[in-house]
């Protein structure tokens, strides 16, 4: 297996994005699904849907998210993984009439995307905004077909370089406030500025959207690999992260003096990814470097785990919570399988999941639609997958 991080290391200045690290290029096995109903989406009348649709890149493909838009079903952004410094972006949406996805465009980005992500506006009443991150955090106005990079947003002043960006998260509650994380132990907020508004930006105006850093405080001991705002309080001024030093920490905007210890891996192993439950902000999710377990955190009682899940048999690559469920998270891994797990049983261990996905490849992305709560999507390879569940 040649391994993405290797070429990623060359990329980025000898440094590395732990979590794109497994991604394989070889072909394997066969798919079988089941389904297991949770809730319905508005169907489009006299369309007879498939429980699965599939979209081919070009390319490998690593960053995903789905659009949250109402008026844009089905619309998701991906992006490449390629050994270059040239990488794409392209937007691709589902055609419900006839089952197939189509590409609505295509823009170069530099370097890959570690992460991608649509601005938190459900109603359509701000800009149609695409956030990425790789060596800055950048946002790109979409309309239509044509994207145009709206502002790029560096904190570094006293140099050409920066650290590169191991991914972000854009305020649910405040959509004027992003944040980052960097392999250079930072977290860094970010303030949108239009002289008014997000909402009520012209649409017209070229770079009519700038940011500010609000602030940039050292988060962890190593490389911080994640970085999630939770729902928790008034929504818009707690997150945490995750690092190379295996701890999970809590932050407050209000008071960044200090921060709380949620976890921390009894191996000191990295940790990658971590996912906040979006019904119940009580609970939160990661999972370490090369581990096949996913730990769940009650941070009322933090440091011990209230639920480990082990059904997996490759290491871990992405953790999704359901939209609408307390109760039901997603997990998809090296062993070519997708994962929804039903929780309401802890802290009973849960033994197996109630669904199982096997990919044709090893899941290197999966993420659960927001505003359609019965569809899940998985990237692996070239392919990205939706999955009615």
């Known amino acids: 297996m040649k391994s993405i991080v290797r070429a990623a290391i060359i990329l980025f200045h000898q440094h590395v994005f732990p979590i794109i690290n497994r991604i394989d290029r070889n072909n394997s096995i066969a798919m079988a699904s089941a389904g297991v109903g949770i809730s319905p989406s508005r169907e489009v009348p006299n369309v007879k849907r498939k429980e699965i649709y599939r979209y081919t890149a070009p390319w490998t493909i690593y960053g995903m998210n789905w659009s949250v838009r109402h008026d844009k079903r089905f619309r998701l952004a991906i992006g490449s993984f390629m050994e270059d410094y040239c990488n794409k972006v392209q937007i691709i949406q589902l055609d419900e009439e006839r089952g197939t996805f189509f590409h609505k465009a295509t823009f170069d980005h530099p370097y890959p995307t570690t992460k991608i992500m649509w601005i938190p506006?459900?109603?359509?009443?701000?800009?149609?905004?695409?956030?990425?991150?790789?060596?800055?955090?950048?946002?790109?106005?979409?309309?239509?077909?044509?994207?145009?990079?709206e502002c790029m947003l560096n904190n570094s002043k006293t140099s050409e370089f920066c650290a590169p960006l191991t991914s972000f998260d854009w305020n649910e509650t405040d959509p004027n406030i992003l944040g980052a994380s960097s392999i250079d132990t930072t977290c860094t907020i970010w303030g949108l500025e239009t002289g008014q508004v997000i909402g009520k930006v012209m649409g017209n105006v070229s770079g009519s959207v700038t940011g500010s850093v609000r602030t940039q405080l050292i988060a962890h001991d190593k490389e911080v690999h994640d970085l999630a705002f939770t729902r928790a309080g008034s929504g818009r001024d707690l997150f945490a992260s995750v690092g190379s030093d295996g701890s999970v920490r809590l932050f407050d905007l209000r008071n960044l003096e200090h921060s709380t210890i949620l976890y921390e891996d009894p191996k000191q192993q990295p940790l990658l990814r971590l996912a906040w439950n979006r019904q119940d902000p009580n609970y939160l999710a990661t999972f370490a470097l090369d581990s096949t377990e996913i730990i769940i955190m009650d941070i009322r009682a933090p440091s011990t785990p209230v639920a480990t899940l082990r059904n997996h048999t490759g290491p871990v690559n992405g953790i999704t919570w359901a939209p609408h469920s307390s109760c039901h998270v997603c997990s998809a891994a090296d062993d070519h399988q997708a994962l929804i797990w039903d929780i309401q049983q802890m802290p009973q261990a849960i033994e197996v999941p109630i669904l199982a996905y096997v990919a044709q490849n090893e899941i290197n992305q999966v993420q659960w639609s927001v505003t359609q709560s019965d569809w899940i999507a998985i990237c692996f390879k070239d392919n990205v997958e939706i999955l009615r569940v």
């Not at 009443?125 to 990079?149: C, E, F, K, M």
Request: hydrophobic share 40%; net charge negative.
């Open 121 to 149: 506006d459900m109603v359509g009443q701000l800009p149609d905004l695409v956030a990425t991150s790789g060596d800055y955090l950048r946002l790109w106005r979409v309309n239509d077909t044509d994207i145009r990079q």
